[in-house]
């Protein structure tokens, strides 16, 4: 392929799914039903939805067919054994627990390892991941590099995490850690990758001071090929060798099938520790189910089994970083300002960028993506003031960035839909100053409030 500069999709569309034209006065009226979330509209008012790339992909023909193969056994069924080896052919951790998504994972692992005086340092924290740290009444910290936190910065991989202040963190209060947590790619900081070198160094920290390290690997195919293209050193190595170096310089994961699983629904916890595991295991039993389907059925565990087997193919990560790279180039081109480089499974619009008279408090993301639906019915997901600003101790402070990222979910969009969506957003660019700020409806919601806050224009 190397001749050509056409991207294309390295597949053919086998079934499809309409989506439905609206008017701007439907949807109008539906942004104001739904208080100016776009969480809480109708996805069939959607019309190209880049609200998330969790569990919105497409499934591949052998997926399909794998379903069939799902058996329902309560204990022990082959759709079990299947997903355990395809986890392992990449992740070979001792133990793996399925859970019904990757927050299980999460809810369970910090509610064994977390609460009160804890720290658990991450690049930084998944608002999911946040949120289950923090419920447990532990303190979750976020220690990207500086370049991860600014959004023109230029740095192969923004999602490295600042080793110095690790050291700091971990030469003060070590034993308040439990756990170092490094998420590939970094996705509340772009969709960033972080390098092996940067994951080797990291893991000489926690070997200094006594600490097990865990990856959120939700997109760890994405990072890989990354760290294939642009560390030096790995051009000629195979994806699954490169995920299989990051396993080896982890002791567990939390994951999202929903991601890299090419799955709509899975996830799993697993580590080395066996002690750890059982402790997992029981609440797993509590919560999720046995411990060979957790929150699953056997026809889930095959489709992410196969979806393993195919995102680690190169023809399709090429293409899934080459298009995302589409959509941010022809906006970077258009003057639009954005996350650079581009992430791995979306691009991010700066919006406190674009939107310089709204203060952060005035929701300059979340104005963006209203503004992106009214516009051409495209929906993506503010991640900043709204998603990260209110604290628990009751105030809100501007987040580090006001972003509204726009998720390609995976072999579902052809070019000509994104190349609709890059003139939507030129459009609501060239009236940016025109763009009015936003106030919460109180009482606001208590956690993760950007799911179902309502919102008001301000005068
Ligand atoms: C980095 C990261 N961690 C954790 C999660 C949580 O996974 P799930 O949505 O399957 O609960 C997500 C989901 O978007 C994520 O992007």
Known sequence: MEPFRTIIEPFRIHAVEPIRITSREERAAAIEVAGRNLFALHADDVLIDLLTDSGTGAMSRDQWAAIQHGDESYAGSPSWYTFLEAVQELWPFRHVIPTHQGRAAEKILFSVIGGAGKVIPNNTHFDTTRANVEATGAEAIDLVIPEGRDP???????????????????????????????????????????????????????????????????????????????????????????????????????????????????????????????????????????????????????????????????????????????????????????????????IYLDARALLPHLPPLQYPGQALAVALYMEGGVRGCEIGTVMFGRHPDGTEAPAAMDLVRLAIPRRTYTQSHIDYVIEVVRRVADRAAELRGLRLVQPEPRSLRHFTARFEPLA
């Open 152 to 346: 023109s910065a230029i740095h192969p991989f923004k999602g490295n995490v600042d080793l110095e202040a690790l050291e700091a963190l971990l030469t003060a209060r070590a034993a308040d850690v439990p756990v170092v947590f490094v998420t590939i790619t970094n996705n509340s900081g772009g969709g960033q990758p972080v390098s092996l070198e940067n994951l080797r160094a990291v893991r000489a920290l926690c070997d200094r001071f006594g600490v097990p390290l865990f990856l959120d690997a939700c997109r760890f195919a994405e990072n890989a090929w990354f760290i294939k293209t642009r560390e030096p050193g790995q051009e000629d190595r195979s994806i699954p060798d490169i995920v299989r170096d990051m396993a080896a310089l982890a002791d567990g994961m939390t994951m999202s099938a929903k991601k890299d699983g090419l799955a709509n629904i899975g996830g799993w916890l697993a580590m080395n520790d066996d002690a750890l595991a059982d402790a997992c295991r029981n609440l797993l039993i509590l919560t999720e189910g046995f411990p060979t389907y957790g929150g699953l059925a056997g026809r889930d565990l095959e489709a992410i089994a196969q979806g393993l087997r195919e995102v680690v193919h190169e023809d399709y990560l090429r293409y899934r970083i080459r298009s995302t790279a589409y959509l941010g180039e022809a906006l970077h081109a258009a003057g639009v300002p954005l996350v650079r480089p581009f992430g791995g499974h979306a």
